[in-house]
């Protein structure tokens, strides 16, 4: 019943940006934190980005801090992932997901999330 969907990704040169959108359905959007992770060929997935049930708190890996903003549009049962001045290090499959959950202080943990999308390909040319 419960579906995550990505879509956005493809492909971009160094220094261009890309807007991710993850929809979600079959839950009830706003009691769930949203994360973003990405998994590049040979290298196991990381968490990139996550944001709180009402958008207030959001939590960001080193790596794209300053570059990357996590936003949701409750009403739409929508989280976006808008990724700017995109390196090359940045490709991988990038999959949302949606965690039940009071605390966000496991937000990187892959445990923690219960609904998973299939994910979208973010390559960025060099």
């Known amino acids: 019943q419960v579906q995550v969907v990505e879509s956005g990704g493809g492909l971009v040169q160094a220094g261009g940006s890309l807007r991710l959108s993850c929809t979600a359905s079959g839950l009830t959007f706003d009691t769930y934190a949203m994360g973003w992770f990405r998994q590049a060929p040979g290298k196991e997935r990381e968490g990139v980005s996550c944001?709180?049930?009402?958008?207030?708190?959001?939590y960001y890996a080193d790596s794209v801090k300053g570059r990357f903003t996590i936003s949701r549009d409750n009403a739409n049962n929508t989280v976006y992932l808008q990724m700017n001045s995109l390196k090359p290090e940045d490709t991988a499959m990038y999959y949302c997901a949606a965690a039940y959950a009071y605390s966000s202080g496991f937000w990187y943990q892959r445990g923690w999330y219960n609904y998973w999308g299939q994910g979208t390909q973010v390559t960025v040319s060099s």
């Open positions: 944001i709180s049930r009402n958008g207030v708190t959001t």
